[in-house]
């Protein structure tokens, strides 16, 4: 029996309010050289009073052993099964943007990378170009492809190397290949279907790609092609207020996680750049929601670029202005992460992430320190990610009891 066959006979309604803030990408793996993660290696005090004071454990974000993409890591942190329920990061990216989609429409997020003369991929971000620069291009791009074989093309800016593209027409399919090696110093690949309704999909692509290249071939920049990722359409998901009953609201810097936020209806709140201007936008708009979704992207991307002190200090930066929870009054309170990004891997992992939930309803342990195998020996133990919501949703009572 799964969670959604119970649920609506169970949920209700009061004014209990709940937080879940995900530091991205927040777990990691030992240094070679000092034997400690990024987290062990980190002076957090006040994570770690949250830690003394909450109920402990670590969560699965998809299966055990396997890597979770960010789609699959926030979906399964919102209580949805992640293997039933698949949204593409180019949907994610997309709504993230504002760009409003169609059913029919092919949704796309795309890297700005560099190539060389032989289509060796040598950076997938181009240098991490400025978002500014990305502008010039996507403009550049804008301007000379409008339609291929009766498929229109749209490009939008995200945010320094990313951009977004979609294509709108009738006969369109997801089923095709990326054209991503993952890796630097491998070459781009060409992108195939997966399917043969793929097959016309596949084809407009490629044409992309070439008129790409062909535009940035002289221009004064790193970004010479981008790499086509996460091609697919909406999904049809129930929503926040649908599933649980929820006034909810989207807090977060980056357009992807807006844009998950957005397929289960959450309200996106405008924010700046800084952690230090979510916290201001979590306490201003307090009053009016019922559930919080607060995330953080940095520990993601320190991880992925292989820094470990990088990482190990901007949990420390959080650290100082995560006190600031303290004068909110949550009924239920998670601090987790969407999956591991070990900067020794540089990359995601299928590790266990550290959780704590902070209730007075909840049983307190003895866990001093919140890291991964402080969290290991937590009262909560090791639970699936899509369990969260749950433990949530009961701890703020919520939940009613099930049967006679």
Not at 58 to 82: A, E, K, M, Q, R
Not at 162 to 176: G, H, M, Q, T, Y
Not at 241 to 252: D, F, G, M, V, W
């Given at each position: 029996m799964e969670y959604e066959e119970i649920l609506p006979e169970i949920i209700g309604k009061n004014e209990n309010k709940i937080l879940l803030l995900v530091l991205d990408g927040l777990g990691g793996i030992p240094h070679p050289e000092t034997g400690k993660t990024e987290l062990e290696t980190a002076n957090i005090p006040n994570i770690d009073e949250f830690a003394k004071n909450g109920s402990c454990g670590?969560?699965?974000?998809?299966?055990?052993?396997?890597?979770?993409?960010?789609?699959?890591?926030?979906?399964?942190?919102?209580?949805?099964?992640?293997i039933k329920i698949l949204i593409g990061r180019g949907v994610l990216e997309c709504l993230g943007i504002g760009v409003n989609l169609g059913k029919?429409?092919?949704?796309?997020?795309?890297?700005?990378?560099?190539i060389d003369e032989h289509n060796i991929v040598t950076d997938r971000r181009a240098g991490r170009i400025s978002t500014d620069e990305n502008k010039k291009i996507v403009d550049l791009i804008?301007?000379?492809?409008?339609?291929i074989n009766g498929v229109k093309i749209s490009i939008s800016t995200v945010k320094?190397?990313?951009?977004?593209?979609?294509?709108?027409?009738?006969?369109?399919?997801?089923?095709?290949?990326?054209?991503?090696?993952?890796?630097?110093?491998?070459?781009?690949?060409?992108?195939?279907?997966?399917?043969?309704?793929g097959k016309f999909t596949a084809s407009i692509l490629n044409e992309f790609e070439k008129k790409v290249k062909d535009i940035l071939k002289n221009v004064d920049s790193k970004a010479k092609v981008i790499l086509l990722r996460g091609i697919s359409k909406?999904?049809?998901?129930?929503?926040?207020?649908?599933?649980?009953?929820?006034?909810?609201?989207?807090?977060?810097?980056?357009?992807?996680?807006?844009?998950?936020?957005?397929?289960?209806?959450?309200?996106?709140?405008?924010?700046?750049?800084?952690?230090?201007?979510?916290?201001?936008?979590?306490?201003?708009?307090y009053d009016n929601y019922e559930f919080f979704f607060l995330h953080i992207k940095k520990t993601d991307s320190m991880g992925e670029d292989g820094n470990f002190n990088g990482k190990v200090k901007f949990l420390e930066d959080v650290d100082k202005k995560i006190w600031r929870l303290k004068k909110l009054n949550f009924s239920a309170m998670a601090i987790t992460g969407d999956h591991s990004t070990p900067s020794v891997l540089k990359g995601h992992s299928w590790h266990p992430v550290p959780l704590v939930i902070v209730s007075p309803n909840m049983i307190r342990d003895d866990i001093e320190r919140f890291s991964e195998r402080e969290c290991a020996k937590g009262i909560l133990g090791t639970i699936y990610a899509k369990q969260i919501m749950y433990l949530l949703l009961a701890s703020s009572l919520k939940l009613g009891k099930f049967g006679a």
């Open positions: 670590l969560s699965i974000p998809v299966l055990p052993g396997i890597t979770p993409g960010s789609g699959p890591g926030h979906i399964s942190l919102f209580g949805y099964d992640p029919e429409d092919i949704a796309i997020r795309g890297n700005f990378a560099t804008s301007k000379n492809i409008k339609e320094e190397h990313r951009c977004a593209i979609v294509l709108r027409e009738k006969n369109l399919s997801p089923d095709v290949s990326e054209n991503d090696p993952q890796k630097e110093n491998l070459p781009l690949k060409e992108i195939l279907p997966l399917k043969e309704k909406l999904p049809d998901v129930p929503t926040f207020q649908e599933k649980y009953k929820l006034k909810s609201a989207c807090i977060a810097t980056y357009p992807m996680y807006k844009g998950i936020s957005k397929v289960v209806g959450m309200d996106i709140i405008e924010v700046g750049e800084t952690v230090e201007e979510e916290f201001d936008k979590l306490e201003k708009v």
